[in-house]
């Protein structure tokens, strides 16, 4: 066995079966690959790292790992991550959301939390599509896709999330796709080392649902669409806004320094004291 | 002939992005779906069906001359 599968080995839960529950060729598995080992090559503990999640196929990423983890209600991943973080700064935690997850149900969660500057690594995994559901439009659908819930094609613009949560006020922003599944290692390495709130947007396939919408029959077929799509930011620098129409710009999109909200809690401790007399 | 590459058929769902994106054509493909190594001779040992497995259910480790005595 190689030091790459070993490594991955080590860090599934033997309890669980597998192959796993996602489609044949689906992206989070490819996406699980690349989180394992971003957190060893930055020699995280399995006891310092939180993994949580809400619902949906990305939902089930947590239960296969062996970290502290947690399998949360629909969009409100983030909120529990912040309890976590609050009640004890010194852990890693890292939230994986689907599109729906974060960008829907959890929309709210997910601005508020990038306004706040959480200092948690929010992993968003934006296949287009609510997938466990049977293929029903999500706020990343694009204009015009039939899906199974807009048979005639799907009225609503889709939303850009690297682009909300960088208005939002998120310390770190970076898209990758999982074609480019170096690239995908080292901005989830970059984020998880980010004090304040840091967003790897993670461009997936859904072969079952949008592979069906777009007539692309195999995930083969979507991940060259990715590597014929993607734009690293740099040369995204040279391009016009119509050059740039439906095009993955990949890269760190955000990096800057911000107070994080847990740190601006301890001061405030600091400066009122602590009552108590109320506990 | 720098990696060997192994293929664990029972995580393996098919679906072909080893074989697909091996940069040397080292993988093909079997009449029942599942990767075969076609052209050991030809692996650079770069790993990219490793990495991009989704069910890690290839290996690619260093070829060493010993294992084949």
């Known amino acids: 066995m190689t030091e790459t599968t070993h490594l991955i080995h080590s860090y599934l839960r033997s309890s ?89 149900i959890g929309g709210n969660h997910l601005i508020h939390a990038a306004r706040r500057n959480v200092d948690i ?76 709130f840091s967003v790897v947007e993670v461009i997936c396939h859904c072969v079952t649902h949008v592979g069906k919408a777009t007539h692309m029959n195999s995930a083969v077929e979507m991940m060259n669409w990715q590597r014929d799509n993607a734009v690293s930011v740099r040369k995204a620098g040279t391009l016009s806004a119509k050059q740039l129409e439906g095009k993955i710009v990949t890269g760190v999109l955000v990096d800057r320094e911000a107070p994080t909200f847990h740190e601006e809690y301890e001061k405030l401790v600091a400066r009122v004291g602590v009552d108590d007399s109320a506990v | 002939m720098k990696g060997r590459v192994e293929i664990y058929e029972g995580w393996c769902k098919k679906c072909g992005i080893c074989t697909a994106f091996c940069p040397q054509d080292v993988l093909d493909t079997t009449g029942d779906g599942y990767p075969f190594v076609r052209a050991p001779e030809k692996c650079t040992g770069c790993g990219w069906c490793e990495i991009r497995c989704p069910d890690f259910a290839i290996v690619v480790s260093p070829y060493e001359e010993e294992q084949e005595k």
């Open chain 1, 16 to 104: 669980k079966r597998f192959p796993h529950v996602w489609c044949p060729g689906c992206g989070i598995g490819i996406l699980m690959g690349a989180l394992i080992r971003a957190i060893d090559h930055n020699r995280y503990s399995k006891d310092e790292i939180v993994l949580i999640s809400g619902i949906g196929c990305s939902g089930r990423l947590p239960t296969y790992l062996d970290f502290n983890t947690l399998h949360t209600t629909h969009g409100r991943a983030l909120t529990f991550a912040t309890g976590i973080k609050l009640a004890k700064p010194s852990l890693k935690v890292i939230v994986v959301m689907g599109d729906g997850d974060a960008a829907a």
């Open chain 1, 121 to 196: 690594t929010a992993i968003i995994v934006n296949n287009q599509i609510y997938g466990m559901t049977g293929g029903q439009s999500s706020p990343t659908t694009p204009l015009g896709m039939t899906t199974s819930s807009s048979r005639y094609g799907n009225l609503e613009p889709a939303f850009d999330i690297s682009r909300v949560v960088e208005a939002a006020g998120a310390a770190f922003v970076a898209r990758s796709t999982v074609y480019h599944t170096r690239l995908l290692e080292q901005l989830i390495g970059k984020a998880l080392h980010k004090r304040g």
